[in-house]
């Protein structure tokens, strides 16, 4: 049965504080990524130039700087906060080690034949996964020796790949695509297979694992962020909530899973209760099209690129007492 619509009370609206505004790149800045520990911002730009911002510091600034043959289409750290991954529009992943203020390219992973729009390591950092316009789903083992092609192809999808994401325990990934799927991988050694597809006809652009990884949220452009129960034989919707105007860049949930964190493609941050779906806070970001969003792990700060190259960092979350 199809779960209703939760709408529950109108949320208090809260203005986002915006914390510092970056500049460097010259031209559309088309992926952002925040490192685990939140202190450093990787950004990336359509001309494939890209900068690894250190937000630690005193006067937040650029660290370091790096490069791909063409546009940067998508950012991913490791788990360490050393390691970051860039998908490029060509199909190769470059592994750039950030740990130093000169970031140093380690190898590129190759394979994809067209843009790589969704980049996420695993949990322990041992696999990286990528997809996007060539409708395979790629999974690398980036210290692997044996080379750089990918170690598991999944294909399935009929147009291009969105949004990805590793279950908690590295054992599963979920990518959302345009074909009006989200599909659920498991992960081998021995042999990869799909595990389910979740219906969604309009197509969908993003997806999120719990921490426990018994649920998985999706949205896309029909107005609803979903909320599939994975424990079942066949997951189904346990919850379906209503989503901001103009529909979600960017979904995840808080790393206690109490939080689920949803950025609007209209200038919206919404929090929802992680279980239920009852809406809880709303903050508004100033007027201004985004090229870009990223949101630190534990949700409370957003950053939001630029057609101009310049960054925004806001703040998205009650002060802790």
């Known amino acids: 049965m199809q779960a209703q619509l939760q709408t529950g009370p109108a949320c208090p609206a809260h203005q986002a504080k915006l914390l510092t505004g970056l500049t460097g790149h010259m031209g559309t800045v088309t992926a952002l990524a925040f490192s685990p520990d939140r202190r450093l911002l990787a950004?990336?730009?359509r001309n494939g130039g890209g900068r690894v911002w250190?937000?630690?510091?005193?006067?937040?600034?650029?660290?370091?700087?790096?490069?791909v043959p063409d546009s940067v289409r998508s950012l991913?750290?490791?788990p360490n906060g050393r390691l970051l991954a860039a998908g490029s529009a060509s199909g190769t992943v470059a592994l750039f080690d950030v740990s130093d203020r000169?970031?140093?390219?380690?190898?590129?992973?190759?394979g994809g034949q067209r843009p790589i729009d969704a980049l996420a390591f695993s949990s322990d950092g041992k696999l990286v996964a990528g997809a996007g316009e060539d409708q395979t789903l790629r999974v690398w083992e980036p210290a692997s020796?044996?080379?750089?092609?990918?170690?598991?192809?999944?294909?399935?999808?009929?147009?291009?790949?969105?949004?990805?994401?590793?279950?908690?325990?590295?054992?599963?990934?979920?990518?959302?695509?345009?074909?009006?799927?989200?599909?659920?991988?498991?992960l081998s050694r021995i042999r990869s297979s799909q595990r389910a597809a979740l219906p969604h006809p309009l197509g969908a652009d993003v997806v999120a694992y719990s921490p426990d990884g018994k649920t998985v949220a999706t949205a896309g452009p029909d107005g609803?962020?979903?909320?599939?129960?994975?424990?079942?034989i066949k997951?189904?919707?346990?919850?379906?909530?209503?989503?901001?105007?103009?529909?979600?860049?960017?979904?995840?949930?808080?790393?206690?899973?109490?939080?689920?964190v949803g950025a609007g493609a209209g200038g919206r941050v919404t929090t929802w209760d992680g279980r239920t779906g009852e809406?809880?806070?709303?903050?508004?970001?100033?007027?201004?099209?985004?090229?870009?969003?990223?949101?630190?792990?534990?949700?409370?700060?957003?950053?939001?690129?630029?057609?101009?190259?310049?960054?925004?960092?806001?703040?998205?979350?009650?002060?802790?007492?």
């Open 102 to 110: 000169a970031a140093a390219e380690i190898r590129a992973l190759r």
């Open 54 to 67: 250190d937000l630690g510091a005193a006067k937040p600034g650029e660290r370091s700087s790096f490069r």
């Open 145 to 186: 020796t044996a080379g750089s092609e990918a170690r598991t192809l999944l294909p399935g999808h009929t147009r291009p790949i969105r949004a990805l994401a590793f279950a908690p325990d590295g054992a599963g990934v979920a990518t959302a695509a345009h074909d009006g799927t989200v599909r659920v991988w498991a």
């Open 76 to 78: 991913a750290f490791a």
């Open 43 to 45: 950004s990336g730009d």
């Open 224 to 232: 609803a962020v979903r909320l599939w129960d994975l424990t079942a």
């Open 279 to 321: 809406p809880r806070n709303v903050w508004e970001l100033p007027a201004g099209a985004a090229t870009s969003v990223a949101l630190t792990p534990d949700g409370r700060y957003l950053a939001r690129g630029t057609a101009d190259g310049v960054i925004e960092v806001y703040r998205v979350a009650e002060k802790r007492g």
């Open 235 to 260: 997951p189904t919707v346990r919850t379906e909530i209503a989503a901001p105007a103009g529909g979600v860049r960017l979904v995840m949930f808080t790393p206690d899973g109490g939080t689920l």
